[in-house]
């Protein structure tokens, strides 16, 4: 019982600069290493398949917004998890804590079972909204159908993460993933190189990888001695407690499905310029997504901070989490980003040694993670105001100022000007109109005053 409560960090007391990254980190880690299983797709089909190699990247590539979409509804969700997890925490609240604990793990279950049933039925006709090539779509079809059938332990990896995570325990996950994060890339060489196969064997192994790490957090839950510990016999759906996480993480899942929502428009434009385009596309969104895991990550830590302290009505700690999220996001982000743009093109020959590939590639590393400083700001304001239980107001700021404003330049300004470089400028766009926007609800909500006050915080009030 004392190791894990070494384990897991004190929000509470103690200073919380030295704190954050050592939450932060281990998150952007495990996000960047679950990346990973998609990006090690993409490179042993584009070095194993001969010359189908460019038809293969594109395909898995093009599944992409698709999944984003699910899985990052559901991981709103689990955000939801971890903050009513933490609010408990900080106010002493036991009972609480363990009902969201076995309904966050059933929903998981429940809603992958769901995920899984309905997304094959529209498998096809969402792949034919893409646009995706003719030469393409069989593959890519392929690749979604056996993803969508481990849907179920996908999720659940994801919930029994942020169940970890609202207790400040961010090494567990990252262990697990590192484990099955291995097992991924044998895999994916034993189908493809060993046995032949395409999309279809890096999309059995990520299944296979995700059961495992899934299987590995749930065996430590069922043994934790600590305040979320889960015993398999009380997995049941608690209303009450229900509907405190969906107010919380609906709002934070739908905010994340219309990121990826506007991420399949602008999928959508690329299809559309050819297959060597989809391939570079492809293999630069696998390297820039470690940015936005690093911003992410201090984002999901000013959530769970805020919301701890919240709970226990430390305002001071609030207010502080908050600026040193930003000021030590903005430390990471940089080296970060300086880091892969001084080394993206030979990043990029990983996945592709297709010339062309590689410099229409690093077009969009270099708009795109640029663009990710003004991701950092709202992110981490939106993780501070979701601490505090508002959680809807981030939500429509994000539909108006990413989905909104990509939408519109696809339908409005990509037309007049047909180039992969007119796409990739909504990004900047449309993530420094979106930071700006919730930077003014930041500035109108004011929660931390509200709460000095006495006053109702959250969406409702």
């Not at 207790?167 to 993933?177: N, S, Y």
């Not at 999901?300 to 805020?306: H, K, S």
């Amino acid at each position: 019982m004392q190791t894990q409560a070494k384990q897991q960090l004190d929000m509470l007391h103690g200073p919380i600069w030295s704190k954050i990254p050592r939450f932060a980190l281990p998150v952007a880690a495990t996000a960047i290493l679950e990346q990973l299983f998609n990006a090690s797709d993409i490179a042993v089909v584009g070095n194993f398949t001969g010359d189908a190699s460019t038809a293969a990247v594109a395909a898995v590539g093009a599944n992409s917004a698709i999944i984003g979409l699910i899985v990052n509804l559901f991981i709103g969700i689990a955000l939801g998890a971890n903050v009513v997890i933490a609010h408990a925490i900080g106010h002493g609240d036991q009972d609480t804590v363990e009902k969201a604990v076995h309904t966050s793990v059933l929903v998981s279950l429940l809603g992958g079972a769901a995920v899984a049933g309905i997304g094959e039925l529209l498998a096809a006709p969402l792949l034919g909204l893409l646009n995706v090539p003719e030469e393409v779509l069989p593959l890519a079809l392929l690749y979604l159908r056996i993803y969508l059938a481990g849907m179920p332990v996908i999720l659940l990896y994801n919930f029994e993460a942020a169940v970890f995570r609202s207790v400040g325990e961010t090494r567990i996950p990252l262990i697990a993933l590192a484990t099955s994060g291995i097992l991924n890339v044998a895999l994916n060489l034993f189908f493809v190189a060993v046995l032949g196969m395409t999309v279809n064997g890096v999309a059995i192994a990520t299944v296979i990888s995700n059961a495992v790490s899934a299987a590995l957090l749930f065996r430590r839950l069922c043994r934790s001695t600590g305040a979320i510990r889960l015993d398999p016999r009380r997995l049941r759906l608690d209303g009450p407690t229900l509907r405190r996480i969906l107010r919380i993480g609906l709002p934070a899942g739908i905010q994340s499905a219309v990121f990826a929502l506007s991420n399949i428009v602008i999928q959508s434009a690329i299809n559309s310029l050819g297959t060597v385009v989809m391939a570079a596309s492809s293999a630069a969104f696998n390297i820039e997504v470690i940015t936005y895991d690093i911003l992410n990550a201090f984002s999901q830590a000013c959530t769970t901070f805020v919301g701890q302290n919240f709970g226990a009505g430390r305002l001071d700690r609030c207010k502080k989490t908050l600026v040193l999220c930003l000021a030590e996001g903005a430390v990471f982000l940089a080296a970060a980003i300086a880091l892969i743009l001084g080394f993206g093109k030979p990043l990029l020959s990983l996945f592709n040694r297709d010339p062309e590939v590689i410099d229409t590639g690093y077009i969009r590393l270099m708009m795109v993670m640029l663009a990710h400083s003004f991701s950092l700001l709202y992110e981490v304001m939106s993780g501070y105001l979701r601490g505090f239980g508002i959680s809807l107001t981030p939500a429509l700021l994000t539909m108006l100022g990413v989905c909104g404003v990509r939408i519109s330049w696809v339908h409005w300004v990509f037309p007049g000007s047909r180039t992969f470089r007119t796409i990739m400028l909504a990004y900047p766009i449309s993530l420094s109109a979106t930071a700006f926007m919730i930077f003014l609800a930041l500035l109108i909500c004011r929660p931390a005053r509200r709460f000095a006050r006495g006053e109702r915080v959250g969406d409702a009030a």
